[in-house]
């Protein structure tokens, strides 16, 4: 079956502007999550989505950053006036199953690049 | 909330050699504990994981290890082949919390 897939795959935009990234989990998985991943950097979480739950935004840098998730479909997370550092690549996982210890299946990322 | 530190940043290792790769947590009430390989240019993908439980698991040439007490666990990959070059990422989760807490990486390359 499909993976989890993201759009678009490159994005370039320039600086104030505003840009909106899509994630498509895997049919059924209950969990979704967004990272960010500075060029040669690590995953840095950004929000979670698990049902029907609040969502855990602790990972959110600023109030620029928002996302929402339409029941356990799709996501779309937006980043408002972008900055330089905004420029990353931005990974969606989605799991398929409540509870700690599922394998997170990753999308192959948007390339945010902020001019 | 969870620290993951993961050492080192770099390795080199001769093909067929041993690499080992370790991460420490901050979190005592961490309890599963995944590894991601990360080709270049690539998504993530989930090699191995482990589970407070138990203290090591294997699976054919990739091993890892677990020290609760210490808040310690290694990757260990033996007989190491070019197709290994990759960055390897640890991640610790906490009971009733499925965020994953990352460390920053280690870049392997195997030197053929």
């Known amino acids: 079956g499909a993976g989890v897939s993201q759009s678009p795959s490159n994005k370039v935009t320039e600086k104030g502007k505003d840009v909106e990234l899509r994630c498509d989990p895997i049919s059924g998985h209950t969990a979704l999550y967004w990272y960010r991943q500075r060029l040669g950097q690590g995953l840095e979480f950004l929000i979670y989505f698990q049902g029907n739950s609040a969502p855990d935004k602790s990972g959110l840098p600023s109030d620029r950053f928002s996302a929402e998730r339409t029941g356990e479909s799709v996501s779309t997370l937006t980043i408002q006036r972008t900055q330089q550092e905004d420029s990353a690549v931005y990974l969606c996982?989605?799991?398929?199953?409540?509870?700690?210890?599922?394998?997170?299946?990753f999308g192959p990322g948007t390339r945010l690049t902020v001019l | 909330g969870e620290n993951v530190e993961q050492h080192p940043s770099t390795l080199s290792v001769q093909e067929g050699d041993s690499a080992v790769i370790k991460c420490t947590y901050s979190?005592?009430?961490?309890?599963?504990f995944p590894w991601y390989k990360q080709e270049l240019g690539k998504r993530p993908q989930l090699i191995i994981d482990i589970r407070s439980n138990v203290g090591e698991k294997k699976d054919q040439r990739i091993a890892v290890t677990l020290n609760k007490t210490a808040k310690h666990f290694s990757l260990h990959i033996t007989e190491t082949q070019p197709e290994d070059s990759a960055v390897y990422f640890c991640a610790a989760s906490s009971r009733g919390n499925e965020k994953l807490t990352f460390g920053t990486g280690t870049r392997l390359t195997i030197i053929p």
């Open positions: 979190d005592s009430a961490s309890n599963y």
């Open positions: 996982a989605s799991s398929g199953l409540a509870g700690v210890g599922n394998e997170q299946f």
